[in-house]
């Protein structure tokens, strides 16, 4: 039976796949996988395979895309399919290390001052008056803590350049954008759509980059659906 592989994001955990587990997890196998301890994309994704059997189909949220994407770029054999939300494929761009760098040392100084700056343009801007969603990111983060952090910024600093190899990415591949993402728009998913042979993209209408945690019953129901019509169910 293939399992469904869920990995979150930087500085994140299993609050961001919940919703997508409850509706899944009576009908398939759920791993909810956890890089929080590798601190390159690589090794993140060897990681995750290392700790499953058979045949997966892989879920990825920001950093977790890039690792699902590496999943499946090392073990075509075995991963079935894709779900990349809010994510990317660029290599680092010019520029990019020094600003992580500086997330890196607050994070240090202060991971309550860190969640403070980063969290707000991580989601759509209409929902930083939602206090319930907005002190659970803040707690998921503040969980993270610094060490943790640093490794994931570095993995991303260090990342491989996944725009080299999609076009070799088989698989079927579902893409989710998200309307008011800034971090990760809509063209990067557009771009990912282009360049691999089989995706589809769909559009959150009413979210930023958290969006399986802004819009969770809408971002579950569109994953379903896509393994049904792709797998013929999710007991696939």
């Known amino acids: 039976m293939t399992t469904l592989v869920l990995i979150p994001g930087l500085v994140s955990d299993s609050i961001v796949w919940a919703s997508l587990a409850d509706a899944v997890s009576q009908r398939m196998p759920v791993h909810m996988a956890d890089i929080s301890r590798h601190s390159s994309i690589p090794s993140m994704a060897e990681s995750v ?21 590496e999943m499946a770029h090392i073990a075509a054999d075995r991963v079935r399919g894709l779900v990349l939300a809010n994510t990317g494929h660029h290599p680092k761009r010019e520029g990019e290390e020094i600003r992580r760098h500086q997330m890196i040392d607050l994070g240090h100084r202060s991971m309550e001052e860190l969640a403070d700056e980063w969290l707000p343009p991580m989601v759509k801007p209409t929902r930083l008056t939602d206090a319930e969603l907005i002190a659970s990111l803040r707690a998921m983060v503040l969980r993270a803590g610094p060490d943790m952090h640093e490794r994931q910024i570095r993995a991303l600093i260090d990342r491989p ?68 019509r792709r797998f013929g169910g999710i007991d696939a």
């Open 49 to 69: 395979l290392a700790a499953t059997e058979g045949d997966l189909i892989v879920t990825g949220h920001s950093l977790g895309g890039r690792v699902a994407m």
């Open 161 to 228: 350049n996944a725009s080299s190899y999609m076009a070799e990415l088989e698989c079927p591949i579902l893409l989710l954008a998200a309307r008011h993402d800034s971090w990760s728009p809509i063209d990067q998913h557009q771009e990912i759509a282009d360049a691999a042979p089989d995706t589809e993209l769909v559009i959150i209408e009413d979210a930023g980059h958290f969006a399986p945690v802004e819009r969770p019953d809408e971002v579950a129901a569109v994953v379903t659906g896509w393994l049904a």
